[in-house]
């Protein structure tokens, strides 16, 4: 098990990538490159979601940024509902900057069987503090 968003944590993330190989991502979440600043106390943790994965470092490629705090994430991932997405939006718990179009297209986007099956195998070895 690997505690989520340490540095143990983004490296079963990027190794089950490897081994998973091509994920089949619908066109929106293909090419959809956005930063990540979460705010774990003291810490911001500085990652981006690019390929259909998380990775430890901000991707020079994005036009996006979301601002979140540790809870909000790891909440989102863990349960993707995209009504409790909006609602953190909506209430000041994700805030973007940059442009927001690529997270329009993720209401329509839905996850390849693929990709479903790296995030379980991902969710599986994944603790929160």
Not at 62 to 65: E, F, G, L
Not at 107 to 111: I, L, M, S
């Given at each position: 098990m690997a505690l989520?968003?340490?540095?143990?944590?983004f490296a079963q993330v990027e190794e089950f990538g490897n081994e998973a190989g091509?994920?089949?991502?619908p066109p929106a979440l293909a090419s959809m490159v956005i930063n990540l600043k979460v705010a774990d106390?003291?810490?911001?943790?500085?990652?981006?979601?690019?390929?259909?994965?998380?990775?430890?470092?901000l991707n020079d490629q994005?036009?996006?940024?979301l601002l979140l705090d540790r809870a909000t994430l790891e909440s989102t991932i863990t349960n993707f509902d995209m009504n409790?997405?909006?609602?953190a939006f909506m209430s000041?718990?994700?805030?973007?900057?940059?442009?927001m179009s690529q997270l329009m297209a993720l209401?329509?986007?839905?996850?390849s069987t693929?990709?479903?099956?790296?995030?379980?195998?991902?969710?599986?070895?994944?603790?929160?503090a």
């Open positions: 989520f968003l340490t540095d143990e944590w091509e994920l089949n991502l106390g003291s810490e911001t943790i500085e990652a981006s979601f690019a390929n259909g994965l998380l990775h430890r470092v994005a036009t996006t940024t409790e997405i909006m609602g000041g718990k994700i805030r973007v900057e940059g442009d209401q329509t986007a839905r996850p693929e990709q479903k099956e790296l995030f379980k195998r991902i969710k599986s070895i994944t603790t929160t």
